[in-house]
């Protein structure tokens, strides 16, 4: 059954929330910012707003890369504010109240080398790519009523 594009819009939304936590888990345990995690954001993002497209309308990939965009972004800092909180033994409340996010995006972009921005161009591809897929269609529709 086709969703409507509010349900697929909140669905992408809360799976981008889930891989920016997954992407902050692996930052914290292995002391590491792992750039791999935005590929299964776009794919997952891509995905629930295709379900949405049924004919194929490049808007929804627009709002998958948006999507997916802003999740990198607060996967990027958040995952920075975490391995600053470790490495200080400060609370991340103390770290989200003393850390300069005009620095913190330097630092991000600085450490970020060409194989992070690969990564990323390529999850959005993938976003806007599966995103405008046509997900669903009214054929689908009529095969399931046909096999009920």
Request: aromatic letters at 8%.
């Amino acid at each position: 059954m086709k969703r409507n594009i509010a349900t697929s819009l909140i669905i992408g939304i809360i799976y981008s929330i889930i891989g920016v936590a997954l992407w902050c888990a692996v930052g914290y345990f292995f002391d590491i910012r792992l750039g791999l995690v935005g590929l299964a954001i776009g794919f997952m993002v891509g995905k629930a707003l295709s379900k949405s497209n049924s004919n194929g309308s490049p808007m929804f990939g627009i709002i998958a890369v948006i999507i997916t965009t802003a999740a990198i972004l607060l996967g990027e800092v958040s995952s920075l504010i975490l391995l600053v909180s470790k490495e200080y033994d400060i609370t991340i409340m103390e770290t989200l109240t003393i850390i300069d996010y005009k620095v913190a995006f330097e630092i991000i972009v600085e450490s970020s080398g060409a194989q992070s921005l690969v990564i990323y161009a390529i999850s959005l591809f993938e976003a806007f790519k599966i995103g405008s897929s046509i997900g669903h269609t009214q054929d689908q529709d009529t095969e399931i009523e046909d096999i009920a």
